[in-house]
Protein backbone atom coordinates (compact mmCIF):
# COMPACT_ATOMS: atom_id res chain seq x y z
CA UNK A 1 0.00 0.00 0.00
CA UNK A 2 0.95 3.57 -0.58
CA UNK A 3 1.38 6.64 1.88
CA UNK A 4 2.22 9.65 2.12
CA UNK A 5 3.66 12.02 4.68
CA UNK A 6 3.43 15.74 4.92
CA UNK A 7 6.43 17.28 7.15
CA UNK A 8 5.06 20.54 9.15
CA UNK A 9 0.96 21.04 9.32
CA UNK A 10 1.99 24.65 9.71
CA UNK A 11 4.45 27.02 7.21
CA UNK A 12 4.86 30.35 8.07
CA UNK A 13 7.17 32.71 5.32
CA UNK A 14 7.18 35.87 4.52
CA UNK A 15 5.93 37.66 1.01
CA UNK A 16 8.48 37.35 -1.13
CA UNK A 17 10.93 34.80 0.46
CA UNK A 18 11.16 30.90 -1.28
CA UNK A 19 8.08 28.77 -0.07
CA UNK A 20 9.03 24.78 0.29
CA UNK A 21 6.34 22.26 1.36
CA UNK A 22 7.85 18.77 2.34
CA UNK A 23 6.21 15.54 1.28
CA UNK A 24 7.37 11.78 1.22
CA UNK A 25 5.87 9.00 -0.18
CA UNK A 26 6.41 5.29 0.45
CA UNK A 27 5.36 2.63 -2.69
CA UNK A 28 6.25 -0.93 -3.49
CA UNK A 29 5.27 0.44 -7.41
CA UNK A 30 6.38 3.43 -9.55
CA UNK A 31 3.91 6.08 -8.21
CA UNK A 32 1.91 9.28 -9.33
CA UNK A 33 2.10 12.12 -7.28
CA UNK A 34 0.23 14.79 -6.71
CA UNK A 35 -0.26 18.45 -5.65
CA UNK A 36 -3.53 20.11 -4.44
CA UNK A 37 -4.04 23.27 -2.82
CA UNK A 38 -7.78 24.00 -0.48
CA UNK A 39 -8.46 27.95 -0.26
CA UNK A 40 -10.89 28.34 2.86
CA UNK A 41 -13.86 27.36 1.97
CA UNK A 42 -13.54 25.91 -1.11
CA UNK A 43 -12.82 22.29 -2.46
CA UNK A 44 -9.17 21.05 -3.79
CA UNK A 45 -7.44 22.55 -6.67
CA UNK A 46 -4.96 20.15 -8.58
CA UNK A 47 -1.46 22.68 -8.61
CA UNK A 48 0.76 19.59 -10.11
CA UNK A 49 1.65 15.95 -11.22
CA UNK A 50 4.29 13.49 -11.97
CA UNK A 51 3.52 10.94 -14.12
CA UNK A 52 6.96 9.94 -14.40
CA UNK A 53 8.05 11.70 -17.11
CA UNK A 54 10.08 14.63 -16.59
CA UNK A 55 10.88 14.74 -12.75
CA UNK A 56 10.52 18.61 -12.58
CA UNK A 57 6.76 19.53 -12.69
CA UNK A 58 5.69 22.81 -13.53
CA UNK A 59 2.53 23.68 -11.92
CA UNK A 60 0.01 26.81 -11.95
CA UNK A 61 0.57 29.65 -10.32
CA UNK A 62 4.02 29.42 -9.86
CA UNK A 63 4.69 26.27 -8.24
CA UNK A 64 6.88 23.15 -9.17
CA UNK A 65 8.11 19.98 -7.68
CA UNK A 66 10.50 17.98 -8.15
CA UNK A 67 10.00 13.94 -7.97
CA UNK A 68 13.47 12.28 -6.41
CA UNK A 69 13.18 8.60 -6.30
CA UNK A 70 16.28 8.49 -4.15
CA UNK A 71 15.00 10.35 -1.41
CA UNK A 72 11.03 9.42 -1.98
CA UNK A 73 10.04 13.29 -2.31
CA UNK A 74 8.00 15.13 -3.81
CA UNK A 75 8.62 18.87 -2.21
CA UNK A 76 6.48 21.91 -3.45
CA UNK A 77 8.51 24.88 -3.86
CA UNK A 78 7.78 28.72 -5.06
CA UNK A 79 10.71 31.22 -5.57
CA UNK A 80 8.57 34.08 -4.08
CA UNK A 81 5.60 33.90 -2.11
CA UNK A 82 2.49 36.25 -2.50
CA UNK A 83 -0.18 36.53 0.01
CA UNK A 84 -2.67 34.81 -2.34
CA UNK A 85 -0.47 31.53 -1.49
CA UNK A 86 -1.96 31.63 1.96
CA UNK A 87 -4.09 27.95 1.84
CA UNK A 88 -3.91 24.33 2.78
CA UNK A 89 -1.45 22.01 0.46
CA UNK A 90 -2.05 18.65 0.10
CA UNK A 91 0.02 15.75 -1.33
CA UNK A 92 -1.29 12.54 -2.60
CA UNK A 93 0.02 9.59 -4.43
CA UNK A 94 -1.50 6.80 -6.74
CA UNK A 95 -0.33 3.48 -8.00
CA UNK A 96 -1.09 1.97 -11.52
CA UNK A 97 -2.62 -0.92 -9.81
CA UNK A 98 -5.27 -2.02 -7.69
CA UNK A 99 -8.11 0.61 -7.53
CA UNK A 100 -5.81 3.28 -8.70
CA UNK A 101 -7.53 5.88 -5.71
CA UNK A 102 -5.17 8.91 -4.31
CA UNK A 103 -3.84 8.83 -0.84
CA UNK A 104 -3.62 11.93 0.73
CA UNK A 105 -1.56 13.62 3.16
CA UNK A 106 -2.48 15.32 6.38
CA UNK A 107 -1.76 18.78 4.39
CA UNK A 108 0.19 21.54 5.27
CA UNK A 109 -1.43 25.44 6.20
CA UNK A 110 1.08 27.88 4.48
CA UNK A 111 0.57 31.24 5.73
CA UNK A 112 1.90 34.11 4.51
CA UNK A 113 3.50 37.37 6.25
CA UNK A 114 3.37 40.71 4.71
CA UNK B 1 -16.26 23.67 -18.59
CA UNK B 2 -18.56 22.64 -15.83
CA UNK B 3 -16.81 21.09 -12.78
CA UNK B 4 -17.89 18.99 -10.14
CA UNK B 5 -21.12 20.22 -8.88
CA UNK B 6 -22.31 19.39 -5.45
CA UNK B 7 -25.54 20.57 -3.56
CA UNK B 8 -26.36 21.76 -1.12
CA UNK B 9 -23.42 23.95 -0.44
CA UNK B 10 -24.51 24.61 3.29
CA UNK B 11 -27.18 21.93 5.03
CA UNK B 12 -28.35 22.45 9.16
CA UNK B 13 -30.15 19.82 10.40
CA UNK B 14 -31.11 18.79 13.55
CA UNK B 15 -29.92 15.20 14.78
CA UNK B 16 -32.12 12.27 14.13
CA UNK B 17 -33.01 13.75 10.87
CA UNK B 18 -32.00 12.13 7.06
CA UNK B 19 -29.39 14.56 5.02
CA UNK B 20 -29.26 13.95 1.71
CA UNK B 21 -26.08 15.38 -0.57
CA UNK B 22 -25.26 15.69 -4.15
CA UNK B 23 -23.08 15.41 -7.03
CA UNK B 24 -22.74 15.39 -10.85
CA UNK B 25 -19.31 14.62 -11.66
CA UNK B 26 -17.83 16.03 -14.66
CA UNK B 27 -18.82 14.87 -18.10
CA UNK B 28 -17.08 12.03 -19.39
CA UNK B 29 -15.51 10.78 -16.15
CA UNK B 30 -15.98 6.95 -15.03
CA UNK B 31 -15.41 7.28 -11.32
CA UNK B 32 -16.74 9.17 -8.87
CA UNK B 33 -15.75 9.06 -4.68
CA UNK B 34 -16.97 10.84 -1.88
CA UNK B 35 -14.61 12.32 0.58
CA UNK B 36 -15.37 13.63 4.51
CA UNK B 37 -12.84 16.29 5.60
CA UNK B 38 -12.83 17.05 10.01
CA UNK B 39 -10.69 19.09 11.35
CA UNK B 40 -9.96 16.17 13.45
CA UNK B 41 -9.48 13.23 11.06
CA UNK B 42 -8.45 14.77 7.43
CA UNK B 43 -9.25 14.00 4.48
CA UNK B 44 -10.99 10.58 4.67
CA UNK B 45 -12.06 8.46 1.76
CA UNK B 46 -15.64 7.16 2.00
CA UNK B 47 -16.83 5.18 -1.37
CA UNK B 48 -15.27 5.08 -4.49
CA UNK B 49 -17.64 3.83 -8.20
CA UNK B 50 -16.20 3.12 -11.09
CA UNK B 51 -18.58 3.15 -13.71
CA UNK B 52 -21.32 3.72 -11.39
CA UNK B 53 -20.84 0.55 -9.61
CA UNK B 54 -19.36 0.82 -6.09
CA UNK B 55 -16.03 -0.61 -5.48
CA UNK B 56 -14.50 0.07 -2.19
CA UNK B 57 -17.01 1.27 0.38
CA UNK B 58 -14.57 0.48 3.26
CA UNK B 59 -14.27 4.06 4.27
CA UNK B 60 -18.10 4.61 5.54
CA UNK B 61 -18.26 5.12 8.65
CA UNK B 62 -21.27 3.08 9.73
CA UNK B 63 -24.71 2.10 8.67
CA UNK B 64 -25.83 5.14 8.56
CA UNK B 65 -24.34 6.15 5.62
CA UNK B 66 -25.43 5.26 1.77
CA UNK B 67 -24.49 6.20 -1.12
CA UNK B 68 -25.38 5.27 -5.07
CA UNK B 69 -24.99 6.19 -8.44
CA UNK B 70 -27.88 5.26 -10.23
CA UNK B 71 -26.43 6.91 -13.80
CA UNK B 72 -23.25 8.54 -14.99
CA UNK B 73 -23.89 12.06 -14.10
CA UNK B 74 -25.68 11.75 -10.39
CA UNK B 75 -24.29 10.29 -6.97
CA UNK B 76 -25.93 10.82 -3.53
CA UNK B 77 -24.60 10.46 -0.20
CA UNK B 78 -27.19 9.63 2.26
CA UNK B 79 -26.78 9.92 6.40
CA UNK B 80 -29.80 8.23 8.33
CA UNK B 81 -30.24 8.90 11.15
CA UNK B 82 -27.45 12.24 11.27
CA UNK B 83 -25.67 12.66 14.41
CA UNK B 84 -23.67 15.49 15.79
CA UNK B 85 -20.21 13.90 15.15
CA UNK B 86 -21.24 14.01 11.11
CA UNK B 87 -20.48 17.81 10.70
CA UNK B 88 -18.06 18.32 8.32
CA UNK B 89 -17.31 19.10 5.32
CA UNK B 90 -18.06 16.35 2.17
CA UNK B 91 -16.52 16.38 -1.36
CA UNK B 92 -17.27 14.54 -4.47
CA UNK B 93 -14.24 14.24 -6.48
CA UNK B 94 -14.45 12.34 -10.35
CA UNK B 95 -12.04 11.07 -12.73
CA UNK B 96 -11.44 10.47 -16.04
CA UNK B 97 -10.43 7.24 -17.81
CA UNK B 98 -7.05 7.81 -18.61
CA UNK B 99 -3.97 9.90 -17.49
CA UNK B 100 -2.34 9.56 -14.17
CA UNK B 101 -5.16 9.23 -12.05
CA UNK B 102 -5.80 13.09 -10.88
CA UNK B 103 -9.39 13.70 -9.47
CA UNK B 104 -11.10 16.75 -9.80
CA UNK B 105 -12.71 17.84 -6.56
CA UNK B 106 -16.21 19.81 -5.89
CA UNK B 107 -16.74 22.87 -4.05
CA UNK B 108 -18.23 20.61 -1.18
CA UNK B 109 -20.88 20.76 1.24
CA UNK B 110 -20.51 22.04 4.78
CA UNK B 111 -22.73 19.74 7.13
CA UNK B 112 -23.54 21.41 10.64
CA UNK B 113 -25.91 18.31 12.85
CA UNK B 114 -27.06 20.13 15.91
Known amino acids: AQSVTQLGSHVSVSEGALVLLRCNYS??????LFWYVQYPNQGLQLLLKYTSAATLVKGINGFEAEFKKSETSFHLTKPSAHMSDAAEYFCAVSVNTGRRALTFGSGTRLQVQP | DAGVIQSPRHEVTEMGQEVTLRCKPISGHNSLFWYRQTMMRGLELLIY????????DSGMPEDRFSAKMPNASFSTLKIQPSEPRDSAVYFC????????????FGPGTRLTVT
Open chain 1, 27 to 32: SSVPPY
Open chain 2, 93 to 104: ASRGAGGAYEQY
Open chain 2, 49 to 56: FNNNVPID
